[in-house]
Structures are given as C-alpha cells and as structure tokens.
C-alpha cells in the first residue's frame, strides 16, 4: 500500500510510488522512490519514479485539480532508472521541458548506456523510454530555476 503523499507546502507534495525490482533469478525486491509534484501556473514534476508508477503520480495530479497535460517541467535529479522511468510517459502526454545535470544526460537519454555501467535487475524494464533533455542543471541552477518559474511558492518552501 502506498504511503500518503506528504504537503510540504500547500503548493508543494511529496509523493512515494511503491515498486518491486525483478532480480534476473526471480526473486522481487520491495522499493520505492520519492517524486515532487509543484503546483502552480507551470506544473513541474521532480523525479517520474518508475513506468508502472506513473498512474500513482498521475492521479494525484488529477486529484490536485490538474490534468497530467498541464505538466510544463520534468527535472531529473539523478539517472538512476527509479528516477527516470516514467520520463517517456510524460513525455508521451504532456510533453514537458527535461531538466538533468549533465553528468546524468548521457543515461536519460541512452536507457542501454545507463544499464551498461549500472545493471540494476531487470530496472531497463520499468523504463518508459529514453528522452532528450532540454536543459541542463548545474551545481546551484535549481533553486534559480524553480524561483523563476514558481516565484511565490519557493519562497515559502526554501
């Protein structure tokens, strides 16, 4: 059972999809990962967990009185696959901006690469595709970045 989502701020909501990652034996292990959702005129989603997460993620959008559509921002905090799995389905129906620090494009937008140096399980399954980033994120560009998008709302946050 997934955990409830957490109000960081009225704006501002902590997600935890829950998963299993299949071992190449057989054996499942119980994970799960922590995605942001920021409500404000330019939607933006921080992490889009795994691909079979992303109706957990998507009906708390539509709970929230958004539609997944609405989603302007995807940042990636990092490459790993519980990260970034949901990015192709996001990408599919909303077709947002992609965010990433450099060091992480080359295994958001190259799923084979990534499993090649972190082989993880079968994780590569649980990917909903590779996609392009837009923009890259530096040391120091986020709170710069969600400043300019969500003035209001990072000013109470941070």
Avoid at 52 to 62: H, L, N
Avoid at 98 to 113: G, S
Avoid at 120 to 138: A, F
Wanted: glycine share 8%.
């Amino acid at each position: 059972m997934p955990k409830d989502p957490e109000f960081i701020t009225p704006n501002v909501h902590a997600l935890w999809p829950e998963f299993e990652i299949e071992l190449p034996g057989g054996g499942k292990i119980p994970r799960f990962v922590t995605s942001y959702i920021i409500e404000g005129e330019r939607p933006a989603v921080i992490d889009t967990a795994v691909e079979p997460a992303v109706p957990f993620i998507f009906d708390f959008i539509e709970g929230s009185g958004l539609r997944p559509e609405d989603v302007d921002i995807v940042i990636n905090t990092h490459c790993h696959f519980d990260h970034i799995g949901g990015n192709g389905v996001f990408q599919d129906r909303a077709n947002p901006r992609f965010y990433a620090h450099p060091a992480a494009r080359p295994c958001i937008e190259d799923i084979a690469l990534q499993m090649s140096v972190r082989p993880v399980g079968k994780m590569n399954e649980m990917c909903s595709g590779p996609v392009g980033i837009d923009e890259e994120i530096n040391e120091g560009d986020l709170r710069e970045i969600l400043r300019r998008l969500h003035p209001f709302i990072i000013r109470m946050s941070l």
